[in-house]
């Protein structure tokens, strides 16, 4: 009987079959796809001070933004620089296949191609069952499935409340100076969209990204036309992009006998930009380090492992439910009223707020910072009642 099976070979998943590794324990991945990293799930950003916190291998990092633009449905535009942000770009399909490496080399095993159909919760075990019809026993679990509930309601874990819809492409594009984000009641429903350029082997390129409410396909189809447009590139021949649902917000609950959830899984993701990275590590670990105390004491019932909900819940939770009052605030706003916090940033106070608070992996303070703003509220409250 192995220690520990995790469920996923996504980051959360890999972080924490290393940790546990790390700790001594025989923890086994089994991932669905048949490469680690492939499909690619997303735009690949975190905070650049991630790689020393969790000790992940830098050289997957194809660039270092310090800057964002962010763009009005009217035209005007507000950029935002500071020193104190650092967004790594990363080649996330490296990204993954570098963690996964790292989780072999201390110990864990990764198996590919590996679905699994059926998970028993026993006295005394977990039983997997796979799609290839293999089984296999452990003294605990963990979920790391990513956006896929399958095993939520079965286990009592819930459901996260709140989804969205995100559409992905990475393609060549002429350089950009940095990272756009485009703000458009409009077209952009619910929601907002972005260009991260960057370069990779020498060649310059983009990922274009889209987080927001129905029909995301075709309305990252518009989007990225009027961007290709803007710079003269032909977009006919990209391919498709990748759509996905994302959760919004955690499940009710991320742990029960020996079994705890992690990352998307766990709805743990940045209601702000749908980012789930960073989050997904973080709670790897905890878990991980969680279930160290409880393999090493036999103790894995759910009131045990709750431990690893409060962790997160007092690190991440009051970043979650700001990051979520900001959406709610956010997506009812009009074109007028973003344009005029566009104009707003530009001649008022909020600029210098963002630049001194702005940080990539938590954005709590950020946000705080802009709803005390008076001039900020004013404009919200005129969108809402105007």
Known sequence: MRDVVVIGGGPAGLMAARTLAQCGHDAVVMEEHPEIG????????????????????????????????????AGNTATIESDQVHAAIVDRRSFDVTLARRAEADGAEIRTA????????????????????ETLTARACVLAC????????????????LFVQSAQLDVAFPPLEHIEVHLDHRRLPGGFAWVVPFRDRGQS??????????????????????????????????????????P???????????????????????????????YGLLSGRWAAETLDVALRRDQLDA???????LRW??????????????????????????????????IDGLVPTLKRTANFNWHRDATLALLRNTEFRKVVLNSFWG
């Open 146 to 161: 990513g956006a896929k509930y399958r095993f939520n309601q079965q286990l009592g874990l819930g459901l996260p409340k």
């Open 205 to 246: 390129r983009v990922k274009f990204g889209l987080l927001g409410g129905e029909h995301a396909g075709a309305v990252f189809d518009d989007f990225s036309r009027r961007v290709a447009a803007r710079v003269g590139v032909d977009p006919s021949p990209w391919p498709r992009p990748r759509l996905r649902i994302l």
């Open 303 to 309: 009131t045990r492992l709750r431990a690893y909900e």
């Open 38 to 73: 492939a499909p690619v799930h997303c735009t690949g950003i975190l905070g650049r001070d991630a790689f020393d916190e969790l000790d992940l291998d830098t050289r997957v990092i194809l660039a270092v933004a310090h800057s964002a633009r962010f763009h009005a449905t």
């Open 313 to 346: 819940r007092e690190r991440l939770g009051p970043e979650i439910r700001a990051g979520l009052a900001f959406r709610t605030i956010a997506a009812r706003l009009d074109d007028k009223a973003i344009s005029t916090l566009i104009d707003l940033a530009n």
């Open 248 to 278: 919004l917000g955690p499940v009710r609950r991320t742990y029960a006998n020996r079994l705890l959830a992690v990352g998307d899984a766990a709805g743990l993701v940045k209601p702000t930009t749908g980012g789930g990275i960073y």
């Open 114 to 133: 590996t679905r699994v159909s059926q998970l028993v919760m026993e006295r005394g075990r977990v039983r997997v069952f796979t799609a290839t019809g």
